[in-house]
């Protein structure tokens, strides 16, 4: 069974904890700017909105890339890179529609989200449960059963 | 070792940008942000300078665990000579530049000297410059901070700027961060301001490192944020009520100073509190608080935000306020509702919203105008003065429009911009001032909470309650409960708070953890990431060397033991109402007893037998 990251926003504070815990598993340090996991702040609104690579089944940057350097991790299900293999040429970054392969001018190579391995470091870190790790089939359960509820005689 | 060991030194007169190495030796006595900073300052320049001359030095400081994982690891204070009182002072912020200037690789940024004309320190990592700020000068800090993301084109930018009221000379102006975190007392912003340097740029992409040991501290901070989760005052409370948690606990203790600190009971508590925040209104069906929201690393996330019923007087046609912004915080709420006599959660909001905008220091502008308005009452203000403006106590009018202008420094505004000290020494009712060297009392009666009088006599910075805030102990029993009423054993609490708080706002943390941490909690994470073998004890000295550091600096700048009093108000009128009814704050039969276990002479003059022993 696979697992995928849940984002909920609504429970997000914007304490950018994902972001440290990200950079601290991938680069040693804790640097935001370092991470593949990005908190977006809608100030007007006053609402925060968590946002990562969602591992698609046809991935754009996996069929993207000229190297092959994304690779299907088969017991994450996670499309990850390969650094030894990237070449840094970015088209990833251009073929991704949701933003979530970037550059790091640092290595020269992309970074994008791995799932960890499947243990997220994100998902471990966040306070509030706005990030969690559950079934990839059913991640639209809490909110089925939130509607559910609705249903039930009272 | 969680320090870059690296601080950037900006001279505004010559206009250069240095790096140079952080003194080691100094960090292992003082930590970081407000100690390592004071011992700057302290031995930089002569505590007798005019504060606003090109003399006074400004320094922005992080603590070593700024910009790390430990829960609220995001804080940094600005650290100067103060206008408003003539002392040391120290206002801490928390919001996101802390951590950024930490990634750009710096403990700290020393301001001095003055700039010829408006500038702006631009930091990217290793590269640092002043830019002109001609064209910022005269902006609030909302447009200044949207025209710098605008002119940069960087979306990730972080920001910390004075705003138009800090241009034009109030005297308790801070420095605002991230729209609406605020280094906001004691008039950092119109040091800043009066140094020709509107804002700080920063963008930091190096990475905090340097933890001792990484493993250990990945382990202290996991266990320290289970605490403040499980806590009910971090885990429940301060999330969801926010700081205003406390309005209707201290009103009911009585201790919620009210018109001028007249009384010490609010009748429209319950329409300013976070319970009244929660609940929706007519006109839109929302409530005033949108939701929470944390600073940089915070597990706990007591930050409001908020909007005004968009039907309120106060922005009709005025779109700019119409959004969500930083919402009341207790000090916020109190100084300018029930301090004021005002009991519009709407107009209190807006005045919030219109401090943050440009940039001044809702306690003390509440104060003020609450100062304003006794004064009004009694005839010695009359509408000449105010510029047609009815200061009576419990007008929303009058507190929104004298908000509006000290932000420009415009009419009666310049005034109000001068705080309550001056304002009621001009016009003959020095009494009227409710204020400890020159700073506004924050929201603690001291007639019902005896501990917070000697507290606000002793503070470093004047009037303030984050110095030692024994309310902890007096009202919320942590971490142990002591008798609000009762002075004997508070020249100890006292003291105990005071050191134990310089220490925590010496690491990069939130002082509002210690409702739920003690040292025992906090000296661990230190120590995991910092050499020089940290436990609680040696936080508790370096809190004490810190205390007295300060202490120092303020004699040697020329205040005395008389400064170390309060307002005859409190003093001498006994609260009316409450469980402190009949009470005045017993000061005198505290401070000789603190002097003494302090090490310090019967005038308050640290020994050199005390100085020596902690090595200040």
């Not at chain 2, 100690?35 to 400081?61: H, T, V």
């Not at chain 2, 919320?476 to 100890?492: A, R, S």
Request: charge should be negative; glycine fraction near 10%; include cysteine.
């Amino acid at each position: 069974m696979h697992k995928a990251l849940q984002l909920e926003p609504e429970k997000c504070t914007g304490c950018l904890q994902c972001e440290m815990a990200c950079s601290y598993e991938n680069e040693s340090v804790f640097n935001p700017s370092k991470s593949r996991i990005k908190v977006f702040t809608f100030h007007d609104e006053g609402r925060f909105a968590p946002y990562t690579c969602s591992q698609c089944s046809e991935a754009w940057c996996l069929h993207a890339c000229p190297v092959e350097a994304i690779v299907i991790n088969q017991k994450t299900g996670a499309k990850e890179v390969i650094e030894d293999i990237c070449v840094g040429c970015k088209v990833c970054t251009i073929a991704c529609p949701f933003g979530t392969v970037n550059y790091n001018s640092d290595s020269g190579k992309v970074i994008k989200c791995d799932l960890c391995g499947g243990e997220p470091a994100c998902a471990e870190a966040c306070p509030t449960g706005a990030i969690t790790y559950v079934d990839a089939d059913h991640t639209g359960l809490a909110r089925m059963k939130a509607h559910a509820s609705q249903s039930i005689p009272k | 070792m969680a320090w870059t060991k690296k601080i950037l030194r900006v001279n505004l007169t010559d206009g250069t940008c240095k790096a140079e190495p952080l003194n080691m030796d100094w960090a292992l006595k003082y930590l970081g942000q407000r100690g390592l900073a004071s011992k700057y300052l302290a031995e930089e320049i002569n505590p007798k300078i005019d504060a606003l001359s090109p003399a006074n030095k400004l320094i922005m400081a992080t603590g070593p665990l700024t910009g790390t994982m430990a829960a609220t690891g995001g804080r940094y204070s600005v650290i100067t000579k103060s206008p408003l009182t003539g002392t040391i002072a120290c206002s801490n912020s928390g919001g996101f530049i802390g951590n950024e200037i930490k990634n750009a690789g710096f403990d700290m940024i020393i301001f001095e000297g003055r700039s010829p004309t408006p500038v702006y320190l631009y930091l990217e990592n290793d590269s640092a410059e002043l830019l002109s700020a001609t064209a910022l000068w005269g902006k609030s800090v909302w447009e200044t901070d949207e025209l710098l993301h605008t002119m940069h084109q960087d979306p990730l930018l972080r920001i910390a700027c004075v705003g138009r009221s800090a241009e034009q000379g109030c005297l308790y102006a801070g420095v605002v961060n991230d729209l609406h975190r605020a280094a906001g007392r004691s008039g950092v912003g119109t040091v800043m301001a009066s140094k020709n340097l509107k804002a700080v740029a920063v963008r930091g992409t190096k990475g905090v490192g340097n933890i001792r040991d990484a493993k250990q501290f990945m382990k202290a901070t996991q266990t320290a944020k289970r605490v403040l989760a499980g806590n009910p005052v971090t885990g429940e409370g301060l999330p969801k009520m926010g700081t205003q948690v406390l309005m209707n606990v201290i009103n009911e203790v009585g201790a919620m100073p009210t018109r001028n600190m007249r009384e010490v009971q609010f009748e429209g508590a319950n329409r300013i509190s976070a319970e009244a925040m929660h609940i929706p209104r007519e006109s839109d069906g929302k409530p005033n608080l949108t939701t929470n929201a944390a600073c940089f690393g915070c597990t706990i996330a007591c930050g409001r935000i908020s909007t005004i019923d968009p039907k309120h007087y106060t922005i009709v046609n005025k779109p700019e306020y119409m959004g969500a912004n930083g919402g009341l915080e207790f000090e916020a709420a109190w100084a300018l509702g029930s301090d004021t006599g005002v009991d519009d959660l709407d107009a209190l909001t807006y005045a919030n919203f219109i401090c943050n905008e440009d940039g001044f220091d809702p306690i003390s502008f509440g104060s003020t105008v609450a100062a304003a308005m006794e004064m009004y009452e009694i005839g010695a203000l009359t509408k000449a003065d105010t510029g047609g403006i009815e200061m009576k106590f419990g007008s929303a009018e009058a507190l929104t429009r004298a908000a509006e202008l000290v932000a420009k420094g415009e009419g009666f505004g310049r005034e109000l911009a001068l705080g309550s000290k001056r304002l009621c020494e001009k016009y003959g009712h020095p009494e009227l001032s409710m204020t400890v060297k020159g700073q506004e009392f924050p929201a603690y009666d001291p007639r019902g909470i005896q501990g917070m009088g000697l507290t606000y006599a002793t503070s470093n910075r004047g009037a303030c309650h984050l110095r030692s805030y024994t309310v902890s102990s007096e009202i919320l029993g942590v971490p142990i409960k002591t008798d609000p009423l009762e002075t004997d054993g508070k020249p100890e609490l006292v003291k105990a708070f005071q050191d134990a708080t310089a220490a925590v706002d010496s690491t990069g943390l939130c002082v509002f953890t210690t409702f739920a941490w003690t040292l025992e909690d906090i000296a661990p994470q230190v120590d995991a990431a910092c050499d020089g073998g940290w436990s609680s004890e040696s936080m508790m000295e370096a809190g004490e060397r810190i205390w007295n550091l300060e202490r120092q600096f303020n004699l040697d700048a020329g205040l005395t033991k008389a400064d170390d009093t309060l307002p005859k108000r409190l003093l001498k009128d006994a609260a009316k109402t409450g469980p402190a009814k009949g009470r005045v704050n017993d000061l005198h039969k505290m401070l000789p007893h603190y002097y003494e276990i302090r090490g310090w002479t019967t005038d308050g003059v640290p020994t050199a037998a005390t100085m020596n022993r902690l090595g200040v």
